[in-house]
């Protein structure tokens, strides 16, 4: 099996501004990468890449053994900071939406495995309810479970906790884990350390639009190569 | 605002009485044979204002949906007629409009080869129909671009393709954004369905002047013709309010 996600000097700009700069990265299939970095740094940007939402101007990336724009629909699942649940649908239609539309699914079909997958994300009881109708927590726990719906081979997390109430945070981290314990492909943004170093099989620090380290959580915690690293754990660790 | 109305009814009332030569019901008064067919006569021009209203309100939705999907796009080349046609249309008042289409249009589409006579009633149709279909289209654009981009990237990565994401995601909330001023907009085309009068077509204002005319009461009959648009935009505005309602209570 090869990478899962395989990018090779892969670079982005906006207008002049190069966010960035020739990224070289391979993740394989059943490894779950952490991405961290202060804001700006452009590691967004290279899950956004992968998930097919921007475009990039130079280099290679392939997900799945293919061009990220022709990937299977629904390969590559999406987890957004701001969650992104359809308002006016249903937590069960949110969830059965991609599986009947795209996959061709019967909705009976669709329904089980939405009823299946909100019990594993644990809120079996909130299916007929609005989105707005559930705390931030319980929000980003639905929406794992929407892209679960879709059965992708790689699932990328984009600061998934990061617009949740602190007490709200562990049992999105907790669905999470347990997705790896399964063997999922994960790509992660995030600033959780304590999720990273129970989770990672590698953590990357990007700064700058540059891919500037990549190692084990062992490898990165105890001894970062680079300052920049060693600063910006320094700071979110001493929190 | 409900307080101010009998004090205007009274002053109203007031003004009818006494002095000779200043208000003169009887042009319209139901209990007079004269009155009475006065009445029916003016009455009749709801039929007409009401039908060019809706079908000019039908058409202009369907041409604002075509001019706003070009301007959605993300080329700014793709989006050029969207925007000559809004700026342009917008531009032009109604009444030389109006003026143009019923005079200009048929010899325009005969030097073309195509015999067409436009009649009062379809030349205030299409000139009503053209003339909202700008702010329509812009109503449109701007309900539709206010559904937050992350919507359209949620469905992408669920596998939606454009024209599902469109159906099932983005027109539905869309829609919420939508009616109330599209609602407001054919307020506009009833009273705007006024002007049709000066090319002839028999609606309400068309036939208040007739009778103007005949009868010399100008203050009586404009003042019931005002009453006349009155109750109309009140019955539309009116369902507005409740359709406004019923949105705002399936928000949540």
Known sequence: MSAAVKMSSLSKWYGD???LKDIDLKVAAGEKLVICGPSGSGKSTVVRCVANLEPYQGGDLSVLDTAPDKVRRGDVGMVFQQFNLFPHLSVLDNLTLGPIRVLKQSRTEAEARARDLLDRVKIP???DKRPGQLSGGQQQRVAIARALCMEPKVMLFDEPTSALDPEMIAEVLDVMEELARD????????HEMGFARRVADRIAFMDAGEMVEIGTPDQVFTAPKSDRFADFLDKILSH | ???FLPFAALLLLASCAGQPGTWGWYVV???TANGWVNIKFLLRGFSSTIQVSLLAAFASIIIGLLITMPGLS??????????IYVEFIRAIPLLPMLFWVFYGLPVVMKSMGIQINIDPFWGAVITLAISDSAFTAEIFRSGIQAVPRGQTEASSVIGLSRAQTMRYVILPQAIRRILPPLANQFIYIVKMSAFASVIGMQELTRRANELVVTEYRP?????LLILEYLVLVLIISSAVRWLERRMGADER
Not at chain 2, 219 to 223: G, K, N, T
Request: include cysteine.
């Open chain 1, 125 to 127: 009881d909130q299916a």
């Open chain 1, 183 to 190: 063997g999922m492909t994960m790509i992660c943004v995030t």
């Open chain 2, 1 to 3: 605002m409900t307080r």
């Open chain 2, 74 to 83: 993300a080329n700014r080349w793709v989006r050029l007629p969207n925007r």
């Open chain 2, 29 to 31: 008064d139901p209990t």
């Open chain 2, 219 to 223: 203050l009586e009959i404009y003042s």
């Open chain 1, 17 to 19: 501004f190069q966010v």
